[in-house]
């Protein structure tokens, strides 16, 4: 049983085309969008397409923990509320976790729109996850609570969850895949600015966090893009 969880924080601007996706696809028995005190019209678009809502302290890592520890189903997947799926995405995920060798993971990442700069970005995060097993939150990670449990839930984090939540997860020796099905992010952070400089931006602040760099001082440098 899959649960989709989705973390938002004022998304009124696409939530309704992620949740209208999601329905789309089969192979998914709940979705739970696990809202962080938004101040716009996000919980009501969300419950307006008939999902269940839940409230949660804002914050990404407290959203994932609160949204697993309400979740029904025995894998989770991670969503941002910006990432869609092709259509029979869920399908075949569904297939490939049947055969049960794979407690955990991530997709392969393409943008919504295409440029040297966003094309080297997804690049750089494929192959960071099929080398190291690192997976980014916009490639979608997915986990069952069998996994989840043996790390204790979702860590606690100011910024760069999806790395932690990762490097505990290796610890367990449980198998993981980057997953050849693609999973489509938005580029709208390159919409602010030089798309390269963009890019830069993103993979110091992970070589700095790498190297002790306080996540309290990366969250006010890296602010959130909607």
Same mark, same amino acid.
């Given at each position: 049983?899959?649960?989709? =969880? ?55 890592? +407290? ?37 049960? *060798? =794979? ?59 999806? +790395? ?19 999973? =489509? ?5 390159? +919409? ?21 760099? *306080? ?12």
């Amino acid at each position: 049983m899959l649960t989709v =969880i989705v973390p938002t924080l004022n998304e009124e601007k696409v939530i309704g085309r992620c949740l209208r996706n999601l329905k789309e696809q089969r192979g998914i028995a709940e979705i739970l969008v696990v809202d962080g005190e938004s101040g716009d019209a996000t919980r009501k678009i969300a419950e307006q397409h008939g999902v269940r809502v839940v409230k949660s302290e804002r914050g990404i890592a +407290r959203q994932l923990q609160t949204g697993a520890a309400a979740a029904k189903g025995d894998v989770l997947l991670f969503l941002h509320a910006d990432c869609r799926f092709a259509p029979g995405a869920i399908s075949q995920f569904e297939a490939i976790l049947k055969e049960g *060798s =794979i407690h955990w993971g991530a997709f392969k990442q393409r943008y919504d729109r295409y440029g040297a700069a966003t094309g080297a970005l997804a690049a750089i995060n494929n192959t960071a996850a099929q080398l190291r097993r690192q997976y980014r939150g916009e490639q979608g990670i997915f986990v069952t609570k069998k996994a989840l449990g043996k790390i204790g839930g979702v860590p606690d984090a100011v910024v760069f969850e999806d +790395r932690k939540l990762c490097r505990a997860l290796k610890q367990t020796g449980l198998k993981s895949a980057l997953l050849p099905i693609a999973i =489509i992010s938005s580029a709208r952070r390159f +919409r602010h600015g030089n798309d390269f400089r963009t890019v830069w931006r993103l993979v110091w602040g992970r070589v700095r966090r790498g190297v002790g760099v *306080s996540g309290y001082k990366l969250k006010k440098e890296y602010p959130a893009v909607r």
